[in-house]
Structures are given as structure tokens and as C-alpha cells.
């Protein structure tokens, strides 16, 4: 995830995973929040959006939330090292991390990922595979993707024992709430968050199955210590691309699904969800979720002058990407904030999860998500 990077997809996925929920009957109390906390404050929450809704138009500020302000020393990143690195699948690699001084390691929960800063400075998100019961080290696994966006190859080429990096503490959005039936659903290295949700499962005595699906067996990480667990609760899908029916075929009456994999993994899953026994879908979607209701629009460069179109059908940072190959991103999806520009003249439509109002009143904008309607130009300080 996180994210993971994706062996179904042609060009490299984000690494970070959007998540999802579609539940069909209420099973379980709201989920912890990203930091694992029971649940986010209501007050606090109303307090921050009548501040962003009213304050700028009042002029003045009066609930101010600072995205900038500085991490307090329970958030700050860490420094890690890399203390191991080997290939556990073709074309897969699978890192350990762990303190230099050997401290413990922040607590972290099944479908946790971390947020990596490359030695380039490139930034990706990686789920987190290892065992939450060992403190002293974090393990993650990444797939290889030629010809995306270097991150991948950045981690297989560079990233070996005694290499430090700066990394984000464990986040959650990819809850496990450990209902009685669970059917966990993997494509190729989406395994990677599904491995700690089995064990987990396992431990707690759970009604359980996992289906790993990918384009081969040798393409497939974590198969031995899948079947470790239970070689009865396996299913392995190593050729072609299983539909939603078989995916869910081995659903329980009631069972919630976890599906972490390819787009359109996802979509079959989604469309064969209401045929199926099962009550709830959680999701962790590999790279950007297709545009929905996009028009043809326009950017302009602001420094060149030089008109990009944008199709109903692409974001603009993939338009971007081709005119200006090292604009950043990461995530895709709107909430990582990486790839923001400034809008300097034009109408945008926002359609992220990150920035607040007043930051969109400045002008700040997150291609990769966001557009315009249709006939617009944006000028854009990329
Ligand atoms: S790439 Fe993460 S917000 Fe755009």
C-alpha cells in the first residue's frame, strides 16, 4: 500500500491506498481513527468546520487550524535504518526497519502503513506485514515497477542495510474491527496488509478465509507463511483474473471483506458484493480511483504560458506529469497533499480530502484529484 506498489497495474501505482467502507448492515461500532484512537472528537470536529466554513468569509480567523504547525514529539518522524532487504517474490523485496539505537518502535495495528522519505526525497507509503507484537522492527514489501514512477525501483536499488530514512509513524486507514467472519481479499502485493489481518484472525479463533490472487505463483509474496497459519483457510489464484463471484465464493453469511488489490479488482468485488452472503466491504485501493464526472478542461502553465488539455477522463497531475516529469506526488488520492500547485487565475473544482478553506481561498490546488468544469482554464504555479 500502501501503498504498496501494484503488479496489475501498467505504470506505478500510488503508494498510498485509498480506503473505503461500503457496509450493507450494521455490524460494528465506528472504527478507531488513523492513529488508533477510539474515535475523533465530535466537538472538536464541529469546531473545525464551522471554523473553515465561516472564518475567511468573516475575514478573520477565529478557529485557525494550522497544517503546518510542528509535530509534537509524539508525532515527530522517526529515523530508521534498514537492517535487512531480500527478495521474497520475483520482483518483490521485502525491507526490515528498526531503530538504529534498538528503541522500541511505535505501536501499529493490522492495515497500518508507514509513509517513507526516499534518499531522492520522493515520498511512499508502504503497508506494514511484519508481526505488531514485535516493537523492534517494522517490516514492509514492495513490488518493482519498471518504467513508473521510480519510487519502487528507488527502494530495490537503494535501499540496503544501513541506509536511514525518515519515516512517518504507523497510520490506519485500513481498519481491522475483527468480525466474527472475515474473508480477506489480496491481489499480488495487496497481500501485504491481509498477512497481519490473518494472523490476527487466526489468533483470535475467527471464522477466516484469505484469497491471494496474482498473475503467478512466483510473482506471489508470503505463500508459506499464509499456509503456516491454516492451508484450509488459503485459496491461491495464480492465473488469469478471477471475477467478483470468485472472489466472494468463499464468503460466510454475514462475513465483512476486506479487499486490498488492483482497481479493478475492486470494482469486480463491488459489483458481485450484493449477490454475495456477505454484509460489509472494506477496501484499500491501490493508485487513483478513476475520474467520475470529469470535463474536458485546461491548464496553463503560469511560467511558460503553454496550454495543457486535460481529458474527461485523466487528472491533471497525469497531464502535468507529461509536460513537467518531476512534478511530485504520492498518494494519487488527494490526501497527501504532495503534489500541490497554486492556482493563479481560473475556477477549480476541489475534490480532495486535505486541504481546508482557507488554504483553497490562497489559492492552493491538488491536481491529481481536483479539476475544473468544462471549457476552463486553470493557470497553475507548478
Ligand atoms: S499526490 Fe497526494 S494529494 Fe496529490
Known sequence: MPSPENPSAATEPAPTPAFGRTWRHDLAAPPPDLYGRPHADRFMRFLTRFGDAYAPAMGAPLLRRSPRRPPSRGRAPLVL???????????VAELRLADPAGAALPAWQPGAHLRLTLPSGRERHYSLCGDPADRHEYRIAVRRIDGGGGGSLEVHRELHPGVRLTVRRPRNGFVFCAEPAVLLLAGGIGITPLLP???EAARRGLDWHLVHAGRSAASMPYTAELLALDPARITLLAEGVPTGDQLLAKAAPGAAVYCCGPTPMLAAV????DASPAAALHFERFGAAPVRDGAPFTVRLADSGEELPVPADRSALDVLREARPGTPYSCHQGFCGTCQVRVVAGTPEHRDRRLTAGERAAGALLPCVSRAAAGETLVLEV
Open 81 to 91: 535504518a534498514v537492517t535487512g532487504h531480500r527478495e521474497i517474490a520475483e520482483e
Open 270 to 273: 463491488q459489483q458481485a458484493l
Open 197 to 199: 489481518m490473518a494472523r
